[in-house]
């Protein structure tokens, strides 16, 4: 029942959110998702591989979930219940990821509309807590059972011991962890493209769009996620589109074929003029240009900061500030 009211709830919004579109629409925006996005069109086995680089990344857990569930299973039948209700979990998890992107493709008549390797690889993180809740119930249990002073203690200090090493190993726990601390993430950029990021944080306003090409240095997304600005194209943000509307996936695709143009022409005079008009077409009122210092500047357009890697534009007339 709470199943058909969550998944009845989520194909409610999603049909208001998703615009009638034709076959035709839908096929191009299948196409689109397809060519820029090759790695998670269900034609592509690569997901497979990704798949098994998280359970990798977590091989600790699951070989101690394993342990885990043998010790469980070996408990009385009137006292597995932990291991009946885990187990009841991970159904359930491999029906919402299968199951609902199935019934999803069925109701939009479109057999692209959903991944379901994707949806079934980003759902294995709620795995995780079950899988914890499993080595956590086996060792109270344990420890429990046990009648000797010395061997409870032994227990206990086994789970902490296991627990600070999963905390330590962890990749995304750590990655937060460096991330919170930032000087550890800045240290691992050079100094130019750690400058222009927090020259974007600190000199732009709150409602600056930014259009930046990727130079191999650090991904777009750093604008977002560290100089906290908004993006005026993404090369990640197809991922959701890919779940929402077929149009506006279609305007992705545009902007993405014309986006790998400029990026394949060689650099010259002609090459920033055209990035300034494709960043106008966006409404983007600020460029992050990788090049050398600029001997000019594009009409319209003021320097905002500049070293020996980059320089940042702000373009006048475009954008939410303007």
Partial sequence: MAFVLVAGTFLWAFG??????SPAVAEQAYWVQDRFYRFESTSQPVSYPVLLE????????????????AILWRLPPGNRSVW????????GILLVSVGLPLLIQLVAGNPHTTNTQRILIRNLRFVLP??????????????KASRRPGTRRAILACGLFLTALWL??????????????????????????????????????????LLSFEDGRFETSA???????????????????????????LR?????????????????EGLLEAAVAFARELEADHLLVHAP?????????????????YSLLHLRGTGPGN
């Fill in 54 to 69: 998280l359970c990798s990344e977590q091989r600790l857990l699951f070989v101690s979930a394993l342990a885990a569930m």
């Fill in 168 to 209: 330590r190993v962890n990749p995304p726990l750590r990655w937060q962890q460096e991330l919170a601390r930032g000087g550890e993430w800045g240290r691992s950029r050079d100094p130019d493209t750690l400058a222009i990021l927090q020259a974007i944080k600190k000199q732009t306003p709150l409602t600056a769009r």
């Fill in 84 to 91: 009946r209700l885990t187990l009841v979990w991970l159904l």
């Fill in 293 to 309: 210092p600029l001997r000019s500047l594009p009409r319209g357009a003021s320097l905002v900061f500049e070293n020996n890697s």
């Fill in 252 to 268: 992705w695709g545009a902007a993405q074929a014309k986006y790998e143009d400029l990026r394949s022409r060689p650099r010259d």
């Fill in 130 to 143: 079950l899988l914890l809740t499993q080595c956590v119930w086996a060792l109270a249990t344990l420890r």
């Fill in 16 to 21: 208001r959110h998703q615009r009638p579109s």
């Fill in 223 to 249: 604008i977002r996620y560290f100089s906290l600005r908004s993006l005026a194209y993404c090369y990640k943000d197809v991922g959701p589109l890919g779940h929402t509307n077929d149009r506006a996936l």
